[in-house]
C-alpha cells in the first residue's frame, strides 16, 4: 500500500475541490433536521465500511442514484455525498483502482452537472410559458367586457315557463361566470403546474403573486354572480311551488304540465353556476313537489282505467250496430253506407267512449267503406284509361286529317276539280264530326285553307275556260238562283208572320184554324223553292267543274 501522498493520485483533487459545492455544513441541531432520511441510512453504512475503496464505490452507487432517479433529481444529496467521498482518494489506495474511481467520480461530477444545466434550460423554458400564461389570463381580465360581448348566447335548452319572462337575466349572469370560471380553472391550472415545476423558490412566489393578484379580480367577482343567480333561482322555485302546491295538493295545471316544468328546473338548476346550499335545498323542493305531482298521476291513471272500464261496456252496443252493418253492408252502395255510418257515429257521440275505443270503432267503420272506394277508384281509373285512350284516339283523327289535307294540297293539280271538291267536303264533314275544343277545330282550319284556297283558283281557272254559251247558261243560273232566294226568304218572313198570329190567345178557334191552312200552304211553297234551289245549285256546280 502506498502513502496518501503518492504521486498517483491524480493531481485535480484539489481543482475538484474547489469546483465542489460549498462544504457541509457544521452538525448542528437545525442541520441536522435538514438531512434526508436517504442520506443518513447512507451516512451510516458508509461509516460500517472497513476500506477506502469499499467507501468510494458506496458513494458513487449513491451519487449515481441520486441523479438517475426517476422524478426530479436529489442534487443537494448529490453534492453532499460528493463532498463527504473526496477525502478518501487521499488515503492509502491501489493506484489501478483509484484510478478506476476517480475516473467514475469525475464522470458523474461532469454528468450532474450537465443535468443540472438541462433542468435549469427546462425550468427557464417552463417559466417563459408559465409568464406568458399568466400575461394572457392579466389580459383577459383587463379586456373583460370585450371578451364577453364577443361570447355566443347561452343555450338554455328547454326554458321552464317559471323562468321565461326572466331568462335574459339569467343569461346575461350566466355569461359572465361562464367566463370566470373559464378563467379560474386556467388560474388555477397554472398554479398545479408552477408546483410541480423546478425552480428557484424566489421564482415561484412571485408567479403566485401575481396569481393571487388576478384572483382577487376574479373569484370575489364569481362569487357575488353565483350569489345574485342562487337567489334569483331559488325565488323562482319559491314562487313556483307557491302558486301550484298548496300543503300536499298540486293545483293550478295538469300533472304532466307540472311534471315538464319540475324537469325543466331541475335541469336549469344543474345548467346554472348555483352554490351548494341553494342548489341542495332547491332540488330538496322540486322532489318534493314531484312526489305530490307522482300522486296526482296515480290517482290520474286510476280515473283512466276505471272510464276505460266504463267505456268498455258501453263499446258493446256500437259494436252490435257494426256487425249488423257488416252483416248487409255487401248489399248497399256507398251513398246508403255513408248514411249508416253517419247513424253510428251520433250514436258514439252521445256515449262517454274512451278515446281508444273511438278510434278502433272508427277504425272498423272505414275498413267497411274501403271495398267499396276500392271499387269507386277502380271505375274512376277505368274511365280515365277511357279518356285517354279517347284523347289518343282524337290525336290520331287529326294527325290523319292534316295527313290528308297535306296530301291533296300536293296531289291537287292532277285531281279532277269534282273529285277535289268532293274529297274536300268529305273532310270537312269529318271535321264537324271530331270531337274536338273550339281551338283544335281552329287549328285544323287553318291547316285547311290553303286548300280551300286551291280549290277556289282551281274553280276560276274552271270558269275561265268556259265556252260562251256555257257561260251565258252559268249567268242566267245564278240569276235565277238569286230570284229563286229572294222569293224564299219572302216565304219565310210570311210564315214567320203567320206563326205569330197563331201564337197570340187573341185568335179564336176558326182564325185559329184559318192561319193554320195559310202556314202549311206557305209551308209546301217553301219546301218547293228550297227543292228548286238545290236544282239551280247543281247544275251551277256541274256547270263550274
Given amino acids: 500500500m502506498t502513502s496518501p501522498s503518492d504521486s498517483s493520485i491524480p493531481s485535480d483533487i484539489d481543482s475538484e475541490t474547489a469546483l465542489s459545492t460549498p462544504s457541509a455544513p457544521s452538525p448542528s441541531e437545525n442541520q441536522e ?10 451516512t451510516e453504512k458508509l461509516s460500517s465500511l472497513p476500506t477506502p475503496e469499499e467507501k468510494i464505490a458506496c458513494g458513487l452507487t449513491f451519487m449515481q442514484s441520486s441523479i438517475s432517479q426517476e422524478g426530479s433529481p436529489r442534487f443537494r444529496e448529490f453534492w453532499e455525498a460528493r463532498r463527504v467521498v473526496l477525502p478518501f482518494f487521499k488515503e492509502n489506495l491501489n493506484p489501478a483502482i483509484r484510478s478506476k474511481l476517480w475516473g467514475d467520480y469525475v464522470e458523474l461530477t461532469v454528468e450532474a452537472r450537465r443535468l443540472k444545466e438541462i433542468l435549469e434550460e427546462q425550468s427557464l423554458f417552463a417559466m417563459e410559458q408559465i409568464d406568458l400564461a399568466i400575461k ?3 389580459a383577459d381580465m383587463n379586456g373583460f367586457q370585450a371578451l364577453l360581448a364577443q361570447g355566443a348566447g347561452i343555450p338554455f335548452g328547454q326554458v321552464a315557463e317559471t323562468i321565461r319572462d326572466k331568462i335574459g337575466v339569467y343569461q346575461k349572469i350566466q355569461s359572465e361566470l361562464n367566463l370566470l370560471n373559464t378563467l379560474a380553472s386556467r388560474l388555477n391550472g397554472l ?15 412571485k408567479f403566485f403573486k401575481r396569481l393571487s393578484d388576478v384572483g382577487d379580480q376574479i373569484f370575489p367577482k364569481r362569487k357575488e354572480l353565483i350569489e345574485a343567480v342562487s337567489d334569483e333561482f331559488e325565488k323562482d322555485v319559491d314562487r313556483f311551488i307557491g302558486e301550484y302546491f298548496k300543503g300536499d295538493q298540486a293545483s293550478g295545471a295538469p300533472y304532466y304540465a307540472l311534471r315538464e316544468e319540475i324537469k325543466s328546473l331541475q335541469g336549469t338548476a344543474k345548467f346554472l353556476t348555483l352554490n351548494s346550499s341553494v342548489f341542495t335545498r332547491t332540488r330538496l323542493k322540486l322532489s318534493e313537489c314531484w312526489d305530490k305531482v307522482k300522486v296526482l298521476e296515480k290517482e290520474h291513471k286510476k280515473e283512466v282505467m276505471e272510464r276505460k272500464q266504463a267505456s268498455s261496456e258501453q263499446k258493446q252496443s256500437i259494436q252490435t250496430l257494426i256487425d249488423e252493418l257488416k252483416a248487409k253492408g255487401h248489399s248497399l252502395n256507398l251513398r246508403e253506407l255513408d248514411l249508416e255510418i253517419d247513424r253510428i257515429f251520433k250514436e258514439m257521440r252521445g256515449l262517454p267512449l274512451h278515446r281508444d275505443d273511438v278510434r278502433a270503432l272508427q277504425g272498423e267503420l272505414h275498413q267497411l267503406r274501403a271495398p267499396l272506394l276500392a271499387a269507386q277508384e277502380q271505375r274512376a281509373r277505368e274511365l280515365e284509361a277511357q279518356e285517354k285512350e279517347k284523347i289518343r284516339l282524337k290525336k290520331e283523327k287529326v294527325i290523319s286529317l292534316k295527313e290528308r289535307i297535306a296530301q291533296l294540297l300536293k296531289d291537287g293539280e292532277r285531281m279532277e276539280l269534282e273529285v277535289l271538291i268532293s274529297a274536300f267536303s268529305e273532310i270537312q264533314a269529318q271535321i264537324e264530326q271530331l270531337e274536338a275544343s273550339k281551338i283544335e277545330k281552329q287549328q285544323i282550319e287553318r291547316t285547311l ?11 276560276e281557272h274552271s270558269l275561265l275556260n268556259l265556252s260562251e254559251d256555257d257561260k251565258k247558261t252559268l249567268e242566267n243560273l245564278r240569276l235565277v238562283l238569286q230570284q229563286k232566294k229572294e222569293r224564299r226568304q219572302e ?29 202549311d200552304q206557305e209551308k209546301e211553297r217553301l219546301e218547293k223553292a228550297n227543292a228548286a234551289i238545290d236544282e239551280i245549285e247543281q247544275k251551277i256546280s256541274e256547270l263550274e267543274s
Avoid: C, W
Avoid at 433536521?33 to 447512507?42: A, G, T
Avoid at 285553307?449 to 274553280?459: H, S, V, Y
Fill in 33 to 42: 433536521q435538514k438531512i434526508s432520511p436517504l442520506f443518513k441510512e447512507f
Fill in 136 to 138: 394572457a389570463i392579466e
Fill in 191 to 205: 398554479r398545479k403546474e408552477i408546483i410541480k415545476t423546478d425552480m428557484r423558490i424566489r421564482f415561484k412566489t
Fill in 449 to 459: 285553307r290553303p286548300l280551300k284556297d286551291f280549290i277556289a283558283d282551281k274553280k
Fill in 491 to 519: 216565304i219565310k218572313n210570311q210564315l214567320e208572320i203567320y206563326r205569330k198570329a197563331v201564337g197570340s190567345s187573341s185568335l179564336d178557334f176558326e182564325k185559329a184554324m184559318h192561319y193554320r191552312e195559310l202556314m
